[in-house]
């Protein structure tokens, strides 16, 4: 089994900044791509950020105020967001491309966190 632990969601003011963190564990063999989805309440999840080998990519509407990074030796992704704006206000959910032990393929999913933006 491959579990992903997402952690930092929180109640933030418009303009604040916030750091998410996802731990990867379980019987992980190694991990493709990793990254950010998030989903408003009404609203589908979308893409927020993913990180492959050094190759990101971002939604437009985070693209100059997040940054993705990655603790490969910690099977570890990050989400560094600055100038939220309310409508960030979403469940951020982490994201995993895993081989396992087993040399099954599957995409991980994390529980997610919360990140309300708001005066």
């Known amino acids: 089994q491959v579990q992903l632990v997402e952690s930092g969601g929180d109640l933030v003011q418009p303009g604040g900044s916030l750091r998410l963190s996802c731990a990867a564990s379980?019987?992980?063999?190694?991990?493709?791509?990793m990254g950010w989805y998030r989903q408003a309440p009404g609203k589908q999840r979308e893409l927020v950020a993913t990180?492959?080998?050094?190759?990101?990519n971002y939604a437009d509407s985070v693209k100059g105020r997040f940054t993705i990074s990655r603790d490969n030796a910690k099977n570890m992704v990050y989400l560094q967001m600055n100038s939220l704006k309310p409508e960030d206000t979403a469940g951020y959910y982490c994201?995993?491309?895993?081989?396992?032990?087993?040399?099954?393929?599957?995409?991980?999913w994390g529980q997610g966190t919360l990140v309300t933006v708001s005066s």
């Open positions: 994201n995993a491309e895993v081989v396992t032990t087993g040399r099954s393929r599957i995409m991980a």
């Open positions: 990180m492959r080998g050094g190759n990101t």
């Open positions: 379980g019987s992980i063999f190694s991990i493709g791509a």
